[in-house]
């Protein structure tokens, strides 16, 4: 079981949100981040992968006599501690920030719930919020 915190929109429309370590976050980083509109962070880590990917290739392109081979290799290991520490702050972080962009679009915080997964909190959200509605006379 999970925790998820649930947001609405003016419109009815609901998203949960799991508290905590993203696993989606950590893995496809930039991917994630488009996928879910947060253009800054998808902007910011886009620009730090390209930074790394340049940095990746002049290290490639450095003349492999054994004096340059082992800054060579350093500079490899360097640049995947890189992509290694990004990918964790973006697994620590992603849910915050996606929380941060839902309420830029409108959305608000409704009540936090345990689940299985993100649909199940959401139905979850909505009978609750259907059998309180019932009893409001």
Do not use: P
């Amino acid at each position: 079981m999970k925790v998820y915190r649930i947001h609405a929109d003016s419109q009815g429309n609901y998203v949960a949100v799991k508290q905590g370590w993203s696993w989606s976050a950590f893995g496809l980083t930039c991917l994630w981040a488009v996928s879910k509109k947060i253009w800054k962070v998808s902007t910011v880590s886009m620009g730090i992968f390209l930074v790394l990917a340049v940095l990746a290739f002049v290290a490639s392109a450095i003349t492999s006599e054994a004096a340059m081979q082992l800054s060579h290799d350093l500079l490899f290991i360097y640049v995947g501690y890189l992509v290694l520490g990004f990918s964790i702050l973006m697994g620590l972080n992603g849910n915050q920030w996606y929380e941060k962009n839902l309420s830029t679009q409108g959305y608000t915080y409704q009540k936090m719930l345990v689940a299985e997964n993100a649909k199940q909190a959401v139905e979850l959200y909505v009978k609750q919020s259907n059998e309180n509605t019932l009893f409001v006379a």
